[in-house]
């Protein structure tokens, strides 16, 4: 049965939408890639409204919202499946050690304790602590039992999870989500939700980075019977979040690394350091555990929630510092909107599209899927006729979760001059340029001021890594590429063509080394488009590693000598779950629309179009060549036979 609602993400988020789906009546199913690598795990479950200082009112009042719902909701959930949340109205006190300035927000209840008031309330904190605010209407809830209790309510109210299955695209058709691609294919729903946490903008453009936190626990020594302390610390740099089963949690580092795993000797140090400072005892605790996580930060540190550019399309993330305390109400907002279509009027404090000016490429979300290769389509054939002309539907290059109307991608290299290549982009009707990482750094000849050349508010950028010859050099070239690209205006653009080439005669990569490399990269959240030999089982591997497309090569880069790999190229297309998009070595538009054919997804051709006598000119039928290749594709090639078969009909001839 096709599901009413189809969730991406296992988190506190998508799980506590999935439940209020499920009560007001709806089919919903659970897609996670990984439950146990969800940022729900690795809080504190603090529940800190008030001890936060959110200066921003909207958010203060969708935290009080969801703080107050806080009781009830755990009860429901505690009462569908007899499991406790470890949901605890315990207050939280935030000691401080130099008089405070005035609060900025001051509407939140809170206490001032000067010093022998909190040594009385607290005893035991560090001696330069001068005295404290009390927030007695904070708590925390233990955030791990609360995910264990909400996939079990869910599975109890018969919501389907399906854990281990990674959504690798959004597939979108005339402005509708008609799918989600996976591992284990295509699975489509009648309504999609996006609760994906730090990793979201792998699947649209959206403003989202991980802003990683290391935390250790602690346990209460045996012989101190009763717990010695019965409500949060909120310190500088620190919290310390006791639990009732005699655990104390502490936490947390804000780093912004990307995906970087571990914990790190600096990380708990500092961590260690501002604890022993705060509540000194602490320093001969055992030490329980030590992890790390994964925050969705949005760069105003709010939300995204509500509807998307598809109507049957919500989002859910970003929720950054306090996606705990905010998963009661988000989940009431959500599950309103997609069930009920009621926008409770919050809401449009955390649309998506407050990011529109600042985000070039949130004008992609708006991009529908045509048949047209680019911008630039005045063209005098029958190409122009929209593709319902046809009664063929292309859903668009889809890559990283992101659509592009044009199946070509162009480079910069190699053009007389700059004006010709901005010339030929255009005429290319491309909307993908790659652009070399290390040439653009080091202002290398007919790379100067090529940044500023393009307007990358219409085209998205593709950092390659050219020049590097081991994965090392590959992975902090990809690195530079991000600064890149976000310097660029382009915030949200983590693509990288990955190329690892060590030999200078043929250009032929490593695929080791590319291999290595992916894997990384990936790690670190980057969209990776590697460069490889037309080998369909190291295609396999890299797609397997979570990389967005592979690019095989048709021959050596700037050969020009055509499609050569054909046989393996028809392989990997074959086997392929993510585009396939052919690279290097086509020499004329006929060789591009013969990979077309073939079932690529698209094309990157540089030198045919940069070398040519008349560039744009070529730039144009490379543009054609892509469309016509592409529709043929669609349409379906007639079979080849051994023997002619007339095209007239053999009967009712005249006979002599
Ligand atoms: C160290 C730390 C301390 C924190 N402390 C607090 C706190 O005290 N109080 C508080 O309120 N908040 C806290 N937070 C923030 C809070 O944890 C997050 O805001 C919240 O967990 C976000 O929930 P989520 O469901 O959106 O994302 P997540 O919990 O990260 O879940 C997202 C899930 O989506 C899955 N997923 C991602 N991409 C795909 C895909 N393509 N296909 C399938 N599945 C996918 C992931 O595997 C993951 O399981 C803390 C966070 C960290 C890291
Ligand atoms: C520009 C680029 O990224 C290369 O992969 C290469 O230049 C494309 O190959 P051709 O130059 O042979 O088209």
């Known amino acids: 049965m096709t599901s009413d609602v189809l969730i ?42 008030d001890a936060e200082n959110i200066p921003n009112e909207a958010m203060l009042s969708l935290c009080w919202r969801s703080r107050a719902l806080y009781p009830e909701w755990t009860a429901k959930l505690e009462k569908l499946t007899g499991l406790s949340t470890g949901y605890w109205p315990c207050g939280i006190l935030a000691p401080v050690y130099q008089q405070p300035e005035t609060r900025t927000n001051d509407q939140s209840p809170a206490y001032w304790l000067d010093k022998s008031a909190i040594e009385l309330y607290q005893p035991g904190l560090g001696a330069d602590v001068i005295g404290g605010w009390w927030y007695p209407e904070d708590g925390q809830v233990d955030n791990r039992a609360l995910a264990q209790v909400l996939r079990n309510a869910a599975q109890s109210l018969g919501v389907e999870l399906k854990d281990g299955i990674k959504v690798e695209a959004i597939a979108q058709q005339q402005g509708q989500v008609i799918g989600v691609q996976t591992n284990t294919g295509l699975i489509r729903a009648a309504h999609y939700l996006l609760a994906a946490g730090a990793w979201a903008n792998e699947l649209l453009p959206l403003p989202i980075r991980p802003r990683k936190g290391q935390m250790l626990s602690l346990q209460v020594p045996e012989f101190l019977p009763e717990l010695p302390l019965t409500r949060v610390l909120f310190g500088e740099n620190i919290y310390i979040v006791p639990r009732r089963n005699r655990s104390i949690i502490l936490g947390a580092t804000s780093e912004d690394v990307g995906f970087t795993p571990h914990n790190t000797p600096g990380g708990i140090q500092s961590l260690l350091q501002a604890a022993i400072r705060l509540y000194p005892q602490l320093e001969n605790y055992p030490i329980q555990e030590l992890w790390w996580g994964f925050r969705p930060a949005t760069p105003d540190e709010l939300p995204i929630l509500g509807n998307s550019h598809c109507p049957n399309l919500t989002l859910a993330t970003g929720h950054y510092r306090n996606g705990i305390l905010l998963a009661p109400v988000t989940a009431t907002l959500i599950a309103d909107l997609i069930w009920s279509q009621t926008a409770d009027s919050l809401l449009t404090n955390f649309h998506y599209s407050r990011f529109q000016s600042q985000a070039s490429t949130t004008s992609m979300l708006t991009h529908s899927a045509n048949f047209t290769n680019g911008n630039r ?106 600064e890149m690209a976000k310097l660029l205006g382009q915030e949200d653009n983590n693509f990288v063509k990955l190329e690892v080439i060590p030999d200078a005669k043929y250009l032929l990569p490593d695929p080791i080394g590319t291999l290595q490399a992916a894997e990384q990269l990936v790690k670190e959240g ?120 007339a095209s007239s009909p053999v009967t009712g001839t005249i006979t002599a």
């Open 377 to 482: 389509t005045n063209l005098s054939t029958n190409l122009s006729l929209p593709s319902s002309e046809f009664h063929i539907q292309d859903s668009g290059l889809i890559i990283a979760g992101k659509t592009f109307r044009s199946r070509l991608m162009t480079g910069t290299g190699k053009y007389r001059s700059i004006e010709e290549m901005q010339r030929s982009v255009v005429a290319s009707g491309c909307q993908i340029v790659t652009v070399a990482v290390r040439r653009v750094q080091t202002k290398a000849a007919g790379h100067e001021g090529l940044a500023e050349a393009l307007d990358w508010s219409k085209i998205w950028m593709l950092p390659n890594t050219a020049g590097c010859q081991t994965a090392e050099d590959a992975i902090r070239v990809a690195r530079l590429g991000r």
């Open 526 to 645: 980057f969209a990776v488009l590697p460069y490889i030999n037309a080998d369909p089982m190291l295609a396999k591997r890299l797609e397997e590693v979570g990389c967005a497309t592979v690019m095989p090569l048709a021959a050596p880069i700037g050969s020009g000598q055509g499609l050569k790999t054909t046989a393996n190229i028809q392989i990997i297309i074959e086997n392929a779950n993510i585009p396939v998009v052919v690279d290097a070595g086509i020499g004329a538009p006929s060789e591009a629309s013969e990979a077309m054919e073939l079932g690529a997804d698209a094309l990157l051709i540089n030198s045919a179009i940069a070398l040519a006598q008349n560039a744009p000119a070529m730039a144009y039928a490379m543009n054609l060549a892509t469309v016509a290749g592409r529709m043929a594709y669609l349409a379906g090639r007639m079979p080849i036979k051994d023997y002619a078969s």
């Open 8 to 49: 991406i993400g296992g988190g506190v988020i998508g799980l506590a939408c999935a439940i209020e789906l499920k009560l007001r009546g709806a089919n919903v199913t659970v897609l996670c890639r990984d439950f146990s690598a969800a940022a729900s795990h690795a809080a504190a479950g603090m529940l800190a409204s």
